[in-house]
């Protein structure tokens, strides 16, 4: 059922930024020549940022859950684990659940890995895992913090990750529990964690063949069986959730950084004469406005065990969409803000030429600049509009203006052939 959602997800999510991008588009232009009102384009906007939640969404349910009717019917070949068919037995009247996947190849397949857990009455949540370089990047950046139970071997191998952790540090200041913890990793388990009201332990690529022995579930589960027991009381200050204003920052930084992006519409909307002086500004304005959209975005997200992943998908992102926004944001700025009246310029087309991609042929078209003597602009057209141009003959009609920054924008352009205007 998880993933017949999913699909409803993708479904409706792209239709919607489909549209809501093309109405974006259109919106924007209407809007320029004073056609539609502001609310428009916002409701457009709005539009955008529901399809890509929904797309979102969609993708994350894909990877947790597996494919419609794999597996569930073989068996390993020792009989120890029934693949992807969880496997409840009981140590010292405690249940507990051995789950073996299988792997699934492919594009979108995933690692088999085997899984034991066992109920625990308790509200908190952690997870343990193997201490990374950006884990002690994160905490020297002062963006993680992740508590410290004094144990000097267990702190030094393990990071743990909780949005709890007033109650994580109460349950690890038990050295058994540290222990039965660091045992884990020598049995093969790298991740423990307790969520939901489980303890559970998870060994991702585990080999059934290879790494298979008889006695490694049970071995698994007293320790997690050991990890369910001898729990702190239970205080108000268990429930206290660090991540909740982390959560609220990061959807705010993801969905300004993505409405940011949107903006190069306009660069295309508002497309300067030349591109390169575009780029040079956008170059200038995202080396000085990047670092203090990273350094906000650390601010923001700072002082939970997970704030440097959720600053580290953010920076990567803002790679590519940044730049993005920088420009688009010039492009708007200088067209809409712009008072210099429309200049209508005959340039003499001196060249015509195409450019292919993958599955298209482009058509362009070099004049005499009007900006500069000697050199020229260029221009794309129709394949028709091509075949009628006479180098040398032919002129480009073109309307521009000066722009706010000081960047010419195209108003409109119309081919002259033969002195028969053909706009554009």
Request: glycine content about 8%; overall charge positive.
């Amino acid at each position: 059922m998880a993933r017949i959602g999913a699909f409803f997800l993708l479904i409706i999510g792209g239709l919607l930024l489909t549209i809501g991008l093309i109405g974006t588009v259109v919106t924007i232009v209407d809007f320029a020549n004073g056609r539609v009102k502001p609310g428009l384009l916002f409701g457009f906007a709005v539009v955008d940022v529901i399809g890509l939640a929904m797309l979102i969404g969609g993708i994350r349910v894909f990877r947790r859950t597996k494919p419609i009717g794999s597996g569930w019917t073989h068996k390993h070949d020792s009989g120890v684990y029934l693949a992807d068919l969880p496997d409840t037995r009981v140590m010292d009247g405690s249940p507990y659940t051995v789950l073996y996947t299988t792997p699934i190849p492919g594009k979108n397949g995933r690692p088999s890995s085997l899984k034991v857990t066992t109920p625990v009455d308790m509200a908190g949540e952690f997870q343990i895992v193997r201490e990374t370089w950006f884990d002690r990047l994160g905490k020297r950046l002062g963006l993680a913090a992740e508590i410290q139970t004094g144990d000097e071997d267990f702190d030094k191998t393990c990071y743990v990750r909780s949005d709890t952790p007033v109650f994580a540090e109460a349950y690890l200041a038990d050295p058994v529990k540290r222990v039965a913890i660091l045992d884990m990793r020598r049995l093969g388990f790298p991740d423990v964690s307790l969520k939901n009201g489980e303890v559970s332990v998870t060994w991702i690529g585990f080999n059934a063949t290879q790494h298979d022995r008889p006695e490694l579930a049970d071995d698994a589960a007293a320790r997690i069986i050991l990890l369910s027991r001898n729990l702190p009381k239970p205080q108000p200050e268990f429930e206290h959730h660090t991540g909740e204003q982390r959560r609220r920052s990061q959807w705010f930084l993801w969905v300004g950084l993505i409405i940011f992006a949107l903006t190069f519409i306009a660069a295309i909307v508002y497309r300067p004469i030349r591109g390169s002086d575009l780029f040079q500004r956008t170059l200038l304005i995202a080396a000085i406005a990047w670092p203090a959209f990273v350094f906000t975005a650390g601010l923001l997200l700072r002082g939970t065990s997970t704030s440097h992943y959720a600053w580290g998908w953010l920076v990567f992102a803002s790679l590519f969409m940044f730049p993005l926004g920088c420009a688009g944001t010039i492009a708007l700025l200088n067209a809409t803000l712009d008072e210099s009246p429309a200049v209508t310029h005959h340039a003499k087309i001196v060249e015509k030429y195409t450019t292919k991609s993958k599955n298209s042929t482009n058509y362009h078209v070099r004049c005499a600049s009007w900006r500069e003597p000697g050199e020229t602009e260029s221009f794309s057209v129709t394949r028709n509009e091509y075949g009628t141009i006479m180098v040398n003959q032919s002129d480009m009609v073109v309307t521009a203006r000066a722009g706010r920054f000081g960047l010419e924008w195209l108003v409109s352009k119309q081919v002259d052939v033969a002195g028969k205007a053909k706009k554009r």
